[in-house]
Each structure stands twice: as structure tokens, then as C-alpha cells.
Nanobody, 123 residues
Framework: QVQLLESGGGLVQAGDSLTLSCAASGRTSANAMGWFRQAPGKDREFVASINWSGSSTRYADAVKGRLTISRDNAKNTMYLQMNSLKSEDTAVYYC?????????????????WGQGTQVTVSS
């Protein structure tokens, strides 16, 4: 059983940076992991995914060049470095772990989810 706990959310100004962390209990070093977000009144959307080793990543077009996903398997932790934040990045951010080892962009293929952390960007 995998449990995920996000941290690092908060209230920031547009243009600021923020780093989210996702700590996993249970082994996830062989699993692809990802970040999703859900803004008020909108569906959950894919943000970024990283494969089991960290050698491959994929991003949603809206965040390319501003957000960076990474992982430290020795610490069972995944990160999302968020730079040049915009008001449209405001959402609850969720981390997730997949059964698969390579990139997964579809939320339904992630059986394990964290509880979410709020990111609010004021303009």
C-alpha cells in the first residue's frame, strides 16, 4: 500500500516561485509518478509526470518551461519546482503514483493519490 503526502503549498505573488514535495510511504521507486491540479469549478488536469528513474519527464503545455518535476528515490520523495507563477496556476495540487514504470498522463491510471495542497497565486 502506498500513501502520499503533499507539502509546500501556500499563497504567493505572481512571478514568485514555490516548490511542492510529495513524500511516499511504501516503495515507489519502480513507479511512475505525477502531479495533477484542480482549480475551483474545473476538472482535474494533468500537470507533469516522471518515470521510475527520473530520466524521462512530460509536462502539460500550460506549464512547460516554468514547472520542473523531479524525484529522489532514496528519499521516496517527488518534487514540483514552480517558477514564474501565474494566477491561472491557482489550484489544489495532487501527487499520484502509478502501477506503471514509464510516463503516465491519464489520471485514471494512477491508483494512489495524496490529499492535495493548495497553491494560490495573487496577481
Amino acid at each position: 500500500q502506498v500513501q502520499l503526502l503533499e507539502s509546500g503549498g501556500g499563497l504567493v505573488q505572481a512571478g514568485d516561485s514555490l516548490t511542492l514535495s510529495c513524500a511516499a510511504s511504501g516503495r515507489t521507486s519502480a513507479n511512475a509518478m505525477g502531479w495533477f491540479r484542480q482549480a475551483p469549478g474545473k476538472d482535474r488536469e494533468f500537470v507533469a509526470s516522471i518515470n521510475w528513474s527520473g530520466s524521462s519527464t512530460r509536462y502539460a503545455d500550460a506549464v512547460k518551461g516554468r514547472l520542473t518535476i523531479s524525484r529522489d528515490n532514496a528519499k521516496n520523495t517527488m518534487y514540483l519546482q514552480m517558477n514564474s507563477l501565474k494566477s491561472e496556476d491557482t489550484a489544489v495540487y495532487y501527487c499520484a503514483a502509478s502501477h506503471f514504470s514509464e510516463i503516465v498522463t491519464t489520471g485514471s491510471l494512477y491508483p494512489w493519490w495524496g490529499q492535495g495542497t493548495q497553491v494560490t497565486v495573487s496577481s
